[in-house]
């Protein structure tokens, strides 16, 4: 079974025309006789995002056994489109400077533009998604769409505040994060018209990785260097934002810890060495590898929702997607 990058890989060419047709699609749709529109679209998209989630729909709907068309296609490019006008509006809220290493919209084209732009690509998913004609489809992409508001919105509520619980910035995570990851899968078997067992071990598979991912980015915050994270470091830490490697490193640390972590987590007073010092008390309370160790069982979980499915190269690749959600730290 390929490891990291290469599942990617791996993913990618056993969908290769596939993704070529959804890149066209998503190309085409980004069109509009408002140049910024485009040109702002063609910014994010040149980012150089890997496509994980239209992928993840691609090889499920292969996996099921899909054959008939272009559905599949279409509705990856949906998903793209309401990953990416998320990426636009979370990096305002986060008033983030990079995205994937690169300037994001916002810092190049304004916070009005962004937002603006944002929401035509959420319109162009619904477009995508009335176009395909099923409702149980819509209904999925739909509802998912309003979990991922509803995270950010929980996330906001949440942020600078320490007595928040795992359950509950776990709920954070699977509405911003996974909730797309889980649709991304479950239309894969809905349009191969597969069981409702099917579709329901498809959508936890891709709730789990979701986790799983959000948690090894969480970790990534306080973990990786600028190159390798493509944001800058430490900007969870300066948002204040209640992660697992903050949430292990407060509830374990003594008070006098604790009162540094309020300091610089509830109010938001920190100094340029605080950083490095959360680190440090992250590494003494094992924190990074906690967080890391879940995500790893999370993706074992995720792995084990496949079961129900014969096997194929589909089924390896994504067995190894799961492995590569944790491995970008290992």
């Keep these: 079974m390929p490891d990291g990058e290469d599942a990617l890989t791996t993913l990618v060419g056993l969908v290769r025309e596939d993704l070529e047709v959804c890149n066209r699609t998503i190309v085409a749709n980004m069109d509009s006789p408002v140049a910024l529109i485009p040109q702002l679209a063609a910014h994010i998209v040149a980012a150089g995002g890997k496509r994980l989630r239209p992928l993840l729909t691609l090889a499920a709907a292969r996996m099921c056994g899909y054959a ?50 944002g929401d035509f690509l959420f319109a162009r998913a619904f477009e995508l998604m009335v176009a395909d004609g099923s409702l149980k489809v819509l209904g999925i992409l739909s509802r998912a769409s309003a979990t ?45 018209d597969r069981p409702l067992s099917e579709e329901m071990a498809l959508a936890e598979y891709g709730m789990n990785i979701g986790i799983a991912f959000q948690l090894v980015d969480d970790a990534l915050d306080y973990a990786a260097d600028q190159a390798q994270l493509g944001k800058t470091v430490g900007d969870d830490f300066r948002e204040g934002k209640i992660t697992l490697p903050v949430l ?35 590494a003494h309370h094992n924190a990074i590898r906690i967080t890391l160790d879940r995500a ?35």
Excluded at 82 to 103: F, M, N, P, Q, Y
Excluded at 108 to 115: H, L, M, P, R
Excluded at 252 to 279: N, P, V
Aim: charged share 20%; glycine share 4%.
């Design 296 to 330: 790893a069982h999370l993706a074992a979980e995720a792995q084990a929702k496949l079961s129900l499915f014969p096997d194929s190269p589909f089924k390896t690749s994504l067995m190894a997607v799961a492995d590569y959600t944790v491995s970008r730290v290992r």
């Design 148 to 192: 991922i508001s509803e995270g950010e919105v929980l996330q906001l509520v949440t942020q600078n505040d320490l007595s928040t619980s795992e359950e509950r910035y776990l709920d954070v995570i699977r509405g911003k994060t996974a909730a797309l990851f889980a649709a991304a899968c479950q239309i894969g078997a809905v349009v191969a």
């Design 68 to 117: 008939g068309g272009v559905r599949h296609v279409n509705l990856a490019a949906c998903v793209e489109f309401i990953h990416t006008a998320t990426l636009l509006h979370d990096d305002v809220v986060d008033e983030s400077a990079l995205r994937r290493g690169l300037a994001s919209a916002n810092a190049v084209f304004g916070n009005k533009a962004s937002v603006l732009v």
């Design 248 to 282: 292990v490193a407060y509830t374990q640390g003594t008070a006098e810890e604790r009162s540094f972590w309020q300091r610089t987590i509830e109010e938001c007073q920190q100094t340029e060495a605080d950083l490095s010092h959360a680190m440090d008390l992250m």
